[in-house]
């Protein structure tokens, strides 16, 4: 593996993520603003690095967001949902998890509150690739599985009510 030069950290990830991958998402941080290319080569080395960090979904699917390349993000977004159920031991399917709510504690910890900020992010994905019925049905979900709006889902609740006027 490629050696990376230590690089102030530029974004806060969780205190819990070994000291390798943080190196390597800050490194790619850093260079995303001026080659994509490497910083994306930086996202997948510490994906396949640590596969159970959850950040390293997150770190991935903003990247991809932020280089308008939705649907990368969308499969980003979808692999890390299956990573946090599996490691929360629920569903990853948020429709059959919203079917049995009770069963789970979404505000439990991280993975689950990881969970409810990436379906989110998923509902954005789709209401940005034009699928609003499909992120109204992905809104609809994510508020009965986060009654509290933990994640911020009512900012994109409110942008899907935009784009259905």
Not at 47 to 61: G, P
């Amino acid at each position: 593996m490629a050696s990376v030069a230590f690089v102030e950290e530029r974004v806060l990830f969780s205190p819990n993520m070994p000291a390798e991958v943080n190196n390597l998402l800050q490194a790619a941080v850093a260079a995303s603003p001026v080659d994509q290319s490497r910083a994306e080569t930086l996202f997948l080395q510490a994906q396949a690095l640590d596969s159970r960090c959850l950040q390293t979904y997150f770190a991935l699917y903003k990247f991809y967001f932020f280089q308008k390349r939705l649907a990368d993000a969308e499969r980003i977004v979808v692999a890390g949902l299956e990573e946090a159920a599996r490691q929360g031991g629920f569903p990853s399917d948020y429709r059959r998890l919203a079917q049995n709510r009770q069963k789970w504690d979404l505000y439990a910890n991280e993975i689950t509150l990881f969970y409810l900020y990436t379906l989110k992010a998923l509902a954005f994905i789709k209401l940005r690739l034009g699928f609003a019925l499909e992120a109204q049905l992905v809104l609809s979900h994510l508020q009965q599985l986060d009654p509290q709006d933990l994640s911020g889902a009512s900012v994109i609740m409110d942008l899907a009510a935009g784009v259905a006027e």
